[in-house]
């Protein structure tokens, strides 16, 4: 009989490691979606754009945080659907910015078609909101005569 065998020649199943099960049970998020890969997928037709290229270096920097803050694949169709909570406290630790320039950040990628403002944040005396945004598809139109310009003043304000 063979080292390890069972009784009748059966040989044990080999045994699962930990990581292996964990993977496993990890691959599925809390709504039953598949939770995207550990890194972010940045396409060339993004990185090649003309949005892009105009986009300052910090705002850049921020774009990849935008893109796992939403918690989706770019191939994932409803990836313009999602909302998602982002502060500018949250841009500054992120792009390790100063507030004023996160900030400009910010407004840059929402100038350059890459976010849509959901809910602009607010602070009140205890009280501060985040912004709410969504992933947008306007910087594949950046400088065409299509490209509408929205500014921030011109984006949904307040708690709603």
């Known amino acids: ?70 918690r989706v694949e770019w191939r994932d169709p409803d990836r313009l659907r999602i909302e998602f909570e982002y502060s500018i406290t949250e841009a500054q630790r992120n792009g390790g910015l100063a507030r004023a320039t996160a900030q400009r950040a910010i407004h840059a990628l929402h100038k350059h078609g890459f976010l849509e403002v959901v809910r602009r944040g607010k602070a009140f005396e205890d009280l501060r909101v985040s912004s709410k945004f969504k992933l947008s598809a306007r910087w594949e139109r950046y400088g065409t005569p299509d490209f509408k310009v929205i500014t921030w003043k011109d984006t949904p304000g307040g708690l709603t």
Do not use: C, H, I
């Open 1 to 70: 009989m063979p080292f390890g065998a069972l009784a009748g020649g059966q040989v044990p199943p080999a045994p699962v490691s930990t990581w292996e099960a964990d993977l496993k049970k990890d691959q599925w998020g809390k709504r039953g979606r598949p939770k995207p890969p550990p890194f972010v997928f940045l396409p060339w037709l993004v990185l090649n754009s003309m949005a892009y290229r105009d986009l300052s270096p910090s705002a850049a920097k921020l774009l990849p945080f935008l893109l796992g803050k939403a």
